[in-house]
């Protein structure tokens, strides 16, 4: 099992509609959790991090933590063409406290 | 903002050569991460860093060596580089504020 994993895709969406993300941990005593965006050829972008269970809202973005569960979400609300990326999740190893990177879901955005 | 730069956005070298990656950073960012990516394998750890001098091995850091002689430089080194070897190599730095990591832009290196 991979410690941290996530559906490659691709996930596409309507221009407008709801990208949900989903990414789901193996490691119970991971503590920070984190998404960010990779353009093609870029480099990656923290676009939102959350600690506690829960929502965690900025702008268009809601990431979701269930430690439970060991699920973390996010929500692209309004999704625009630009919002069309790879979005990776990373989780602390509880342990080493060092990230731990899942393979990413590649999003679609049709106009 | 946190400002993170990398010496060369692509290279191409040859089996056999020594590769220096240099990855700066503007503030005074205490822990620096070098990852490759690939398809597929997701971001790689392959050395990071503490502070000056100080060194630790990360999942695959064989074939790579790195120095950090001031704090704000992190060199990554491909003794003898090989083919195996191409990849999107990417820098971070740690703001220490919940493990939040910053990435530069990136290397592509191609090794032939």
């Known amino acids: 099992q991979k410690e941290v994993e996530q559906n490659s895709g691709p996930l596409s969406v309507p221009e407008g509609a709801i990208a949900s993300l989903n990414c789901t941990y193996s490691?119970?005593?991971?503590?920070?959790f984190f998404w960010y965006r990779q353009y093609s050829g870029k480099s990656p972008e923290l676009i939102m991090s959350?600690?506690?269970?829960g929502d965690k809202e900025d702008g268009r973005f809601t990431a979701q933590l269930n430690k439970a569960s060991q699920y973390v979400s996010l929500l692209i609300r309004d999704s625009q063409p630009s919002d069309s990326a790879t979005y990776l999740c990373?989780?602390?190893?509880?342990?080493?406290?060092?990230?731990?990177f899942g393979t990413g879901t590649r999003l679609q955005v049709f106009p | 903002d946190v400002k993170v730069t990398q010496s060369s956005r692509y290279l191409v070298k040859r089996t056999g050569e020594k590769v220096f990656l240099e990855c700066v950073q503007d503030?005074?960012?205490?822990?620096m991460f070098w990852y490759r990516q690939d398809p597929g394998l997701g971001l790689r750890l392959i050395y990071f860093?503490?502070?000056?001098?100080?060194?630790e091995k990360g999942d695959i850091p064989e074939g790579y060596s790195v120095s950090r002689e001031k704090k704000e430089r992190f060199s990554l080194i491909l003794e003898s580089a090989s083919t195996n070897q191409t990849s999107m190599y990417l820098c971070?730095?740690?703001?220490?504020?919940?493990?939040?990591?910053?990435f530069g832009p990136g290397t592509r290196l191609t090794v032939l």
């Open positions: 490691d119970r005593g991971s503590q920070s």
């Open positions: 860093s503490y502070d000056v001098k100080m060194k």
């Open positions: 503030m005074d960012h205490e822990n």
């Open positions: 990373a989780v602390t190893n509880r342990d080493t406290d060092k990230l731990i």
């Open positions: 971070a730095i740690e703001t220490g504020a919940g493990n939040e990591q910053f």
């Open positions: 959350i600690y506690s269970n």
